[in-house]
């Protein structure tokens, strides 16, 4: 059923579970999630489904010319590092009908190699990972399923993450609702944990299987840790760094680091479940087209509350917390507004934290046009980064521009009119004669200035008594030490 990195902890180590159910324990979605929880489902961070043979999401087939589908922003994934350390960058490419991404995929430069077994397919991924960038058609707005499918249809599977929608009528594409994803050989997912640390659920409707890779949740942390230390400059960039989903680690490398895994294969007609904090990778095996979204459970919500938040790019996933915690835990929706909500996170029991406070409260992701798609659908892959190959290569797409509102829920003077939080920078002239530094020489030790004013300002402390100096190593070097650690300050704007 699946694989670990350390066969000698099989007893202690949380292992994918597979499950068969019946039509009828199979039938009302949230329930059937709640019993697989029950059963330990989520301990491994991920776990896969096999539906009842009853079950036909799409009665039509999926004969690629019947599908009249255009993929508007295929991505191409160069990867660079090396032993099993790598960073994936995705390239925006023009676009494409499924057909022509089809051949593409089973052309000789694409095609997959000849292989024994699964395992064996492994290793060629990983021996050639850096080699023949492959493409990617990720992040599809739609669904191959049936309109009038009733029973586990992706695109709306009522859960309480309906309630962004209800709500605030807002749609988060690929979140709430349904995103495609067709592959071919060596088309990857970076290391990552959903949105918002949310549940997911993806079904391989046709084509050649995946391999996936995961950490249980009790052991997320320690792949944080590994990933901040490998790839050090993200992290001093982004403390959310993975958010980015550019970051592939072999298992060779989780096992060097003690890190526990469990690996699975996804074959066509298969579902596979994501819990929350669940970290998972993995790679396509050949052409195959997949469906996937986000949903969420009460159990979710303190996960939801204390997930990370990536501040560097503005097209990440975030989603207000307020009307799951008002609904779901009102007895504490106070003191969670007052930055005062004690608790721990699910995944660390021992480390007692308040959850941060509210920083979310009015949405800038808005119900876009499936035409706009191909422009700026780019929060659920993490390319924010991507570069366009075209006449437009110049232009770095940093974020994506909200679009339509839907049905005029939010003013647009509300949504632009919000403060941002900034930190302003002012030049001195030290040649003014109004400037603190009037009258210093150029080659001045500022190091030295800056120990004279906290010395003086340390004596000027209304204290009775004079107090220690408990900076054994000298004011200069701990306070360098304090500024490096807390690289990204953000300030309230008062003006």
């Known amino acids: 059923m699946s694989s670990s990195s350390e066969d000698g902890c099989r007893k202690k180590i949380p292992r994918i579970m597979t499950f068969r159910p019946s039509y009828e324990e199979f039938k009302n979605f949230s329930a059937y999630i709640d019993y697989i929880e029950s059963r330990g489902a989520h301990l491994g961070g991920i776990a896969k489904i096999i ?50 991404f089809k051949e ?37 707005k739609g669904s191959l399923s049936d309109p009038d499918l009733d029973v586990w249809n992706i695109d709306r599977l009522e859960t309480i993450l309906d309630y962004v929608n209800k709500d605030y009528g807002i749609e988060i594409d690929g979140v709430n609702t349904a995103y495609l994803y067709f592959g071919m050989w060596k088309s990857s997912f970076a290391w990552h944990t959903e949105d918002m640390d949310l549940y997911s659920i993806n079904y391989l409707h046709f084509g050649a299987p995946k391999t996936w890779y995961a950490i249980p ?34 298992p060779q490398v989780l096992k060097q680091n003690k890190i526990p895994y469990n690996r699975i294969t996804q074959e066509a007609g298969e579902i596979m479940i ?22 969420a ?31 779901f835990q009102p007895e504490r929706y106070d003191n969670w507004l007052r930055g005062v909500d004690y608790g721990c996170h699910p995944e660390e029991p021992e480390k007692l934290c308040p959850a941060p406070p509210p920083t979310i409260n009015k949405y800038t992701y808005l119900k876009r046009k499936s035409s706009e798609c191909s422009e700026s659908s780019q929060q659920k892959r993490g390319c924010s980064l991507a570069l366009r190959d075209d006449a437009t290569a110049n232009n770095l797409e940093l974020e994506n521009t909200p679009a339509n509102v839907n049905s005029g829920s939010i003013p647009l003077e509300q949504l632009f009119s919000k403060k941002v939080p900034t930190l302003k920078l002012h030049k001195i002239d030290i040649d003014s004669k109004d400037s ?16 004279v004013q906290i010395q003086r300002i340390w004596n000027e402390l209304p204290c009775p008594t004079p107090g220690k100096n408990l900076l054994t190593n000298g004011i200069i070097k701990n306070t360098k030490r304090m500024r490096f650690q807390t690289k990204t300050i953000l300030l309230d704007d008062e003006d």
């Not at 000789?108 to 990972?129: A, G, I, S």
């Not at 929350?276 to 052409?287: L, R, V």
């Not at 990536?310 to 996933?317: E, L």
């Not at 001045?444 to 200035?449: F, G, H, L, S, W």
Request: with cysteine; net charge positive.
């Open 51 to 100: 539906p009842p043979p009853e079950w036909k999401p799409r009665s039509e087939g999926y004969d690629i010319d019947n599908i009249n589908m255009t993929i508007p922003a295929p991505i191409s994934q160069v990867v660079s590092g090396k032993q099993g350390e790598y960073q994936q960058i995705n390239v925006l490419k023009k676009s494409m009908t499924l057909r022509q």
């Open 274 to 295: 994501t819990f929350p904090y669940g970290y998972h990778a993995g790679f396509n095996h050949g052409f195959n087209g997949a469906e996937s979204t986000n949903f």
């Open 104 to 140: 593409l995929a089973e052309s000789e430069r694409h095609q997959t190699p000849k292989h024994f077994d699964y395992d064996d397919l492994e290793r060629k991924y990983w021996k050639n990972v850096t080699y023949i960038a492959p493409m990617y058609a990720a992040d599809v």
């Open 297 to 327: 459970s009460k159990r979710w919500i303190e996960y939801g509350k204390r997930a990370s938040i990536c501040h560097c790019r503005k097209d990440m996933v975030k989603i207000s917390m307020e009307t799951f915690v008002k609904r």
């Open 217 to 250: 949740p009790a052991y997320g942390r320690q792949l944080e840790k590994l990933a901040n230390r490998i790839f050090y400059e993200n992290y001093q960039n982004c403390n959310a760094h993975l958010r980015h989903k550019m970051t592939l680690i072999s």
């Open 436 to 451: 603190p530094l009037s009258g210093m020489p150029r080659c001045v030790d500022y190091n030295a200035t800056a120990a």
